[in-house]
């Protein structure tokens, strides 16, 4: 039992290391509750925009609770989803619901923070599978 209790505190501290990070970039003042819904939000879109073994892999690298965060909602047989980096954008604004003055950099701030907690290359390798226009971000 103990085992899983700190497996179970591990992804917690994981999870919670990612939200500073992102939190760090992005300059919101550990406001986890909205960490959490921007961070949804792009791993959502994000998620939807790949071919499912692709998310896969990428989901495998998340830590547990992201990991359930990820997942949530998902069908595989609908994705990969084609929309533009501008679709992506307004689709993780709408999912948001947070006044951004520019929601692209808020996109770039996650992602980046999600780039440390991933082993080398991964984000580099969703990268080339995306859109060049997606590469931005």
Do not use: C
Not at 42 to 62: K, N, T, W, Y
Not at 86 to 115: C, S, W
Not at 129 to 136: H, I, R, S
């Amino acid at each position: 039992m103990t085992k899983q209790v700190s497996s179970i505190e591990s992804s917690y501290q994981k999870t919670l290391d990612l939200f500073h990070a992102i939190e760090r970039k992005t300059g919101w003042k550990e406001n986890h509750e909205v960490t959490y819904k921007a961070l949804r939000a792009v791993l959502h879109a994000l998620r939807d925009r790949m071919i499912p073994d692709e998310a896969v892999q990428f989901g495998s690298q998340l830590p547990l609770i992201v990991r359930g965060m990820y997942y949530e909602g998902w069908k595989p047989s609908k994705t990969p989803q084609k929309m533009s980096k501008d679709e992506f954008i307004q689709r993780i604004q709408g999912e948001t619901y947070i006044a951004q003055p520019n929601p692209e950099e808020m996109v770039k701030h996650i992602l980046e923070g999600i780039d440390e907690f991933m082993a080398p290359g991964t984000v580099e390798k969703i990268k080339n599978t995306l859109p060049k226009d997606f590469w931005v971000l």
